[in-house]
């Protein structure tokens, strides 16, 4: 472990502001990173200052003058470069995101993957910020648009995508011209300094400085300076509902821009003609993956009546045989919660499920050892308790029986958040109702495949208290900047648009 943190450049005490390289003296405290295996001391991060974070931001602020006149090709050269150091350090990274926010082994390594993956993309994007061309109602003239970057970048992020999260946003707005600010959770602080170092590098090798800027800082001050703060004019945050209405409303209110991805109440529905086989996989990564901790897990599982009898004793089975234990040892499924908080939401969560009358199938306990470890849990429910409206960053699974593709879309989209959904069946008419403009009301809607483990180069966000943001591939990347509409007279008249004549 000491290795590994050795390796990416951590050390006991890390300076938590960074305008490429840290910045020194002064900070406001600190805070200890913990591993939720055990709950040991990873190592401790000091935490910035408002007047640092101030800092980082007018260093990004004079980086963007400069970087958005580069070349958008000559920028996706650099990130090029990034996703190359990200390779190369994949293993260490992945590790230290297991051992920071408990990710089992193969999640951790994916985390960093699907950071190269976006880095790829955004590599490939650089060449191709298009806009439209159009023709003009004027003759000799000639109408076009083009994008141009906004400038810094405010971004904030959660614990459980430490690492990926950022670089969704950060390559993107890198190769479109912006520079970034990076606020990570103060749950994952030393993934984030890794990743900026890594990435740094870098910058620092192409001569650059500013582009980047990482600020570990508090909430109430580094945080509300930042949604605040009129210099960043797109803000892009990842976290609870609560979080994100916060930010979307502070920085509605100075024009600013506001990318939201927050929570999710991710359903799975299984109709009675789906290959159950396939259901059942596509049910448990969903549910007992990332310990339940991601945006996308399926909380949900909507179960056609002819087929809930057979489909829950095999969930149940399942669920039992989910190996739980150290994230990095072979063969583990589900590691830690991230802290002893998380592990008091889900025993209230499955309280609160109790005494509105589910019924608890298999799992719910803690886990007899050092660490936030706990059973994740199964409990037959109703789509009326309150309590599966509600998101619960854990491994507990709701799973309740309908009768018709029509109840079961509608108890689907009966809740407050509207991220992922899926649908598992073998109809060609099933599948096509639930991706129809009367089916899922979720940003992103599966068939025959789990709610969880989206891959980059579609847009990702969902809809109502999701917060209707996009982030990572598709067209997300025009979140990042802003359009001009260009109109250019070669002719040697004046005509006007609408035919309006105007001459003296
Ligand atoms: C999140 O949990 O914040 O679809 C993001 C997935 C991942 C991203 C999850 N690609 O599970």
């Given amino acids: 472990m000491r290795d590994v943190l050795a390796r990416l450049g951590l050390a006991e005490t890390n300076p938590g502001a960074y305008a490429g390289?840290?910045?020194?003296?002064?900070?406001?405290?600190?805070?200890?990173?913990?591993n939720p295996s055990d709950?040991?001391?990873?190592?401790?991060?000091?935490?910035?200052?408002?007047?640092?974070?101030?800092?980082?931001?007018?260093?990004?602020?004079?980086a963007y003058k400069e970087w958005r006149m580069l070349p958008a090709p000559k920028r996706g050269e650099i990130v090029r470069q990034m996703a190359e150091a990200l390779r190369e350090r994949k293993e260490d990274l992945g590790a230290l995101v297991s051992l920071e926010v408990g990710k089992i082994r193969a999640e951790g390594q994916g985390e960093v993957q699907e950071s190269i993956d976006i880095a790829d993309f955004a590599v490939g994007l650089s060449r191709q910020l298009y806009g439209l061309s159009?023709?003009?109602?004027?003759?000799?003239?000639r109408m076009y648009e083009q994008w141009h970057p906004l400038g810094v970048v405010g971004v904030i992020t959660a614990f459980n995508f430490p690492n990926a999260v950022w670089a969704w946003n950060a390559m993107l707005a890198a190769v479109c011209g912006d520079t970034v600010?990076?606020?990570?959770?103060?749950?994952?602080?030393?993934t984030a300094i890794a990743t900026h170092k890594v990435c740094e590098q870098?910058?620092?090798k192409n001569g650059w400085s500013g582009v980047f800027g990482l600020v570990i800082g508090g909430d109430k001050d580094v945080g509300e300076t930042m949604i605040h703060d009129t210099r960043l004019p797109l803000i892009s945050a990842t976290g609870s509902t609560r979080m994100g209405r916060r930010i979307g409303t502070v920085v509605a209110e100075r024009f600013g821009r506001s990318l939201l991805e927050l929570g999710g109440n991710n359903a799975i529905i299984v109709e009675k003609d789906a290959d159950l086989a396939l259901a059942l996989r596509g049910v448990l990564f969903g549910a007992v993956g990332t310990a339940g901790q991601r945006c996308t897990t399926t909380r949900r599982v909507l179960i056609h009546k002819d087929v809930y009898g057979e489909l829950v004793p095999k969930l149940v089975t399942a669920w039992k045989q989910c190996r739980i234990g150290d994230p990095l040892a072979e063969g583990t499924l589900v590691g830690p919660l991230i802290d002893a908080q998380a592990v008091e939401t889900f025993e209230h969560a499955l309280s609160a499920a109790v005494a509105q009358g589910g019924k608890i199938l298999v799992g719910g306990k803690r886990v007899d050892r050092p660490?936030?470890?706990?059973?994740?849990?199964?409990?037959?429910?109703?789509a009326d308790m309150a309590i599966c409206r509600e998101e619960t960053f854990a491994p507990i699974l709701y799973v309740m029986p309908y009768d018709t593709l029509e109840q079961a879309i509608d108890w689907q989209n009966d809740v407050p958040q509207g991220l992922s959904s899926s649908i598992f069946t073998d109809s060609f008419r099933s599948a096509e109702t639930f991706l129809s403009a009367s089916g899922s009301?979720?940003?992103?809607?599966?068939?025959?495949?789990?709610?969880?483990?989206?891959?980059?180069?579609?847009?990702?966000?969902?809809?109502?208290?999701?917060?209707?943001?996009?982030?990572?591939?598709?067209?997300?990347?025009?979140?990042?900047?802003?359009?001009?509409?260009?109109?250019?007279?070669w002719g040697?008249?004046?005509?006007l648009a609408q035919g309006i004549t105007f001459d003296v």
């Fill in 21 to 34: 390289a840290a910045l020194e003296g002064g900070y406001a405290g600190r805070v200890e990173s913990l």
């Fill in 39 to 62: 709950n040991a001391v990873l190592a401790a991060v000091e935490l910035a200052t408002v007047a640092q974070y101030d800092k980082v931001v007018s260093e990004a602020a004079r």
């Fill in 134 to 141: 159009m023709h003009s109602e004027r003759p000799r003239h």
């Fill in 181 to 190: 600010v990076w606020k990570p959770s103060l749950k994952a602080p030393l």
């Fill in 202 to 204: 870098v910058l620092a």
């Fill in 371 to 382: 660490g936030n470890f706990v059973e994740p849990a199964i409990v037959e429910a109703r």
């Fill in 441 to 489: 009301d979720c940003g992103i809607a599966n068939v025959n495949i789990g709610t969880s483990g989206a891959e980059i180069g579609g847009a990702f966000g969902g809809e109502k208290e999701t917060g209707g943001g996009r982030e990572s591939g598709s067209d997300a990347w025009k979140a990042y900047m802003r359009r001009q509409t260009n109109t250019l007279n």
């Fill in 492 to 495: 040697r008249d004046l005509p």
